[in-house]
């Protein structure tokens, strides 16, 4: 058990809708970062909060958004579901935002019919 | 761009034989390599890690290998056991938020 926790483990949805992923950070840790694993496919950074702030994003949809609480929780937002975004979406964490180890949560595996 | 290729992408041994995978990174400022495991249905687990200024760890029957030079480092598990069976991934950071995963490599140890 990695201490980072993800809810719902599992979702399932219809095209158009919007849904909302939670991630809550390993105690301690002020990073956190969100991927996207499609079948057949590695990880794919999505974007990075450290301490509430966006670091940085890679390749997120603009109909993806994702936000950092001050309890230091986060949320992905995704909106206008594709049948493409069906995948498993993964939060990490770690300590700092530079040059350490990030650990895993156990994932929301979304489908959108 | 930045990118990790993986080696093989599936690999079958028999229990208490010896596995290999092979990453080779492009990104010559790398300088930190991570694996993990990720067994079905679960996220990824960090199994051991190493920095550019080592060239090997070992961790129990798990050992990381680095070539700085030829830019890449494999993931070595002696003594294969069921348990083993999962995918494999290998990373490099720069040491910056960022990592590059490679491909995958599902592993099958066959008892």
């Known amino acids: 058990d990695s201490g980072v926790t993800q809810t719902p483990k599992h979702l399932i949805t219809a095209t158009g809708q919007r849904v909302t992923l939670r991630c809550s950070p390993r105690?301690?840790?002020?990073?956190v970062y969100w991927y996207q694993q499609s079948l057949d496919q590695g990880l794919q950074f999505l974007i990075h909060?450290?301490?509430?702030?966006?670091?940085a994003k890679g390749n997120i949809l603009e109909r993806f958004s994702a936000q950092q609480f001050p309890d230091l929780h986060s949320e992905l937002n995704l909106s206008s579901l594709e049948l493409g975004d069906s995948a498993l979406y993964f939060c990490?964490?770690?300590?700092?935002?530079?040059?350490?180890?990030?650990?895993f949560g156990p994932g929301t595996r979304l489908l959108v019919l | 761009g930045e990118n990790v290729e993986q080696h093989p992408s599936t690999l079958s041994v028999q229990e208490g034989d010896s596995a290999v995978i092979k990453c080779t990174y492009s990104?010559?400022?790398?300088?930190?390599f991570p694996w993990y495991k990720q067994e079905l249905g679960k996220g990824p687990q960090l199994i051991i890690d190493?920095?550019?200024?080592?060239g090997e760890k070992k961790d129990q029957r798990i050992a990381v290998t680095l070539n700085k030079t030829a830019k890449h480092f494999s993931l070595h598990i002696t003594e294969t056991q069921p348990e083993d069976s999962a995918v494999y991934f290998c990373?490099?950071?720069?040491?910056?938020?960022?990592?590059?995963f490679g491909t995958g490599t599902r592993l099958k140890v066959l008892a």
């Open positions: 990490a964490s770690s300590e700092g935002q530079i040059q350490e180890t990030q650990y």
């Open positions: 105690s301690g840790d002020l990073s």
């Open positions: 909060y450290y301490n509430g702030e966006e670091r």
């Open positions: 990104d010559s400022a790398s300088n930190y």
């Open positions: 190493i920095r550019s200024n080592v």
């Open positions: 990373a490099a950071s720069r040491g910056t938020y960022k990592y590059i």
